[in-house]
């Protein structure tokens, strides 16, 4: 007889709090620490994406961007979107991190889209799938004239096959292009030939994927295992203002010969300064907003949002049992600073871990946090920047700035400086509030 499953326990010491309170990890499906924030985020749901993919062209080619601030929790809504959306009938989902993957600091197109033909292969030779092997000769073939043949790359190509033996077959090329992926994960020296072999040969390398696409779509439907093929690419959000240009938009034409759905994860900063552009290039374009934290998302009213804190208490209480908080006031204190960004309040969290004199979160430890977390900005914000905050403050709309003011708009969105929640309402982070500097006439 076997013993019952035991139920999650939040831990009950501030050593074993700290250790749940990781703010760069996302959360499974079935992690037992994740709170449905739906409504505390004021106009989000899963949804309206599930319908606009439904509705989209059944023989892919649906190119959607999912964007919101760095830490809002993206990733692990993607996760749950990924296992809703994975079924037969509907879609075979394969999800790419790229954080994890690739290198997100010195990335482009081929390095992704190689990586994406590496997960598939991956993924459908753990499934046993069986694709006839004419439609695999274009990738194999292409791998074999554009580099093993390649003076520059000749030598790598050698290195992945060594110890492959069947030829043409999903084993085989699962070895290739992960072998292909790895080289731009540990940023070898062969990035850069990689990069230029797929852009001078991409005519033949998208025929030769979307060979495979092709073929992959069919087999798995036979299988049951899903009609329609959707790549998930997570971590594009952390490209750098030249690099998400580049990819997004510079390359889009490059993007979109792929024939499957897709979404990207898309950086905050690219959105705001580009939406109306974006959404005349892809299909559509995704929000996921901060957790409002009271009605106009003004922090300094006294009429706080009931079902934004009240999620954002579980979220915490979750990873920390109530005992380990002096007063619930002082659990509220943190939520308030977070300014409704989960990985802020995390963030907020470990910090107080570390500046608590006994084993409790108190107050004197939680406001020494948020002095902490103002100085990260302190030293990362110019005096131009608090003069922007302060404006954006005061406005409605963003009809007043200028395009210098939202270039510096976009770049303080990215880094969290500025927060932004339903209806694009935009707010600066509390803790930078606290900062003489933003006070100053």
């Not at 292909?180 to 797929?198: A, C, G, I, P, Q």
């Not at 299909?283 to 996921?288: G, N």
């Not at 409704?340 to 995390?346: E, I, K, S």
């Not at 946090?369 to 103002?374: C, I, L």
Request: charge should be negative; glycine fraction near 6%.
């Amino acid at each position: 007889m076997t013993n019952p499953p035991t139920l999650y326990q939040p831990p009950r010491t501030l050593l074993a709090a700290n250790r749940e309170l990781r703010f760069d990890q996302p959360l499974a499906y079935d992690d037992p620490r994740y709170v449905d924030t739906a409504k505390a985020r004021g106009n989000f749901n899963h949804t309206k994406i599930i319908r606009a993919l439904m509705g989209g062209n059944p023989n892919g080619g649906n190119y959607f961007l999912y964007s919101g601030p760095i830490g809002c929790g993206k990733s692990t809504e993607l996760r749950r979107l990924a296992v809703e959306l994975h079924e037969p009938g509907q879609f075979y989902v394969v999800m790419l991190d790229t954080l994890e993957r690739l290198d997100t600091h010195n990335l482009g197109y081929p390095d992704v889209l190689l990586a994406l033909a590496a997960e598939l292969l991956a993924r459908i030779e753990d499934e046993g799938v069986v694709i006839d092997l004419v439609f695999l000769r274009n990738l194999t073939g292409w791998f074999s004239e554009k580099i093993e043949k390649n003076e520059r790359t000749r030598e790598l190509a050698a290195e992945i096959k060594s110890g492959a033996e069947v030829q043409a077959s999903i084993p085989f090329l699962s070895k290739l292009f992960s072998g292909l992926t790895s080289s731009f994960k540990v940023n070898s020296t062969y990035k850069e030939e990689l990069r230029t072999v797929v852009k001078n040969s991409y005519a033949d390398f998208s025929k030769a994927f979307n060979d495979l696409l092709v073929a992959a779509r069919g087999a798995l439907g036979r299988r049951g295992l899903g009609d329609r093929l959707l790549f998930l690419v997570d971590g594009t959000d952390r490209l750098s203002r030249e690099d998400s240009k580049a990819f997004f938009i510079d390359n889009i034409h490059q993007l979109q010969q792929i024939q499957a759905d897709f979404i990207y994860c898309a950086p905050i900063a690219l959105v705001f300064n580009h939406r109306t552009f974006l959404l005349n290039i892809y299909t559509d374009l995704f929000h996921l907003p901060m957790i409002k934290l009271s009605e106009k998302v003004d922090l300094d009213e006294a009429r706080p949002d009931p079902e934004g804190y009240a999620a954002m208490r579980e979220m915490v209480l979750k990873r920390a049992a109530p005992e380990l908080f002096d007063v619930p006031a002082t659990l509220d204190y943190f939520i308030r600073y977070s300014g409704g960004n989960p990985r802020h309040l995390l963030r907020l969290l470990n910090y107080a871990y570390i500046e608590a004199e006994g084993e409790l979160f108190d107050r004197a430890a939680a406001e020494r946090a948020v002095k902490r977390y103002a100085t990260d900005y302190r030293y990362q914000l110019a005096a131009e920047d608090f003069a922007l905050l302060r404006r954006v403050d005061g406005l409605e709309d963003d009809s007043r700035l200028s395009e210098d003011d939202r270039e510096r708009v976009g770049k303080l969105l990215y880094y969290g400086a500025l927060l932004e929640y339903n209806s694009f309402w935009r707010r600066s982070h509390p803790v930078v509030r606290t900062l003489p500097a933003y006070a100053a006439p």
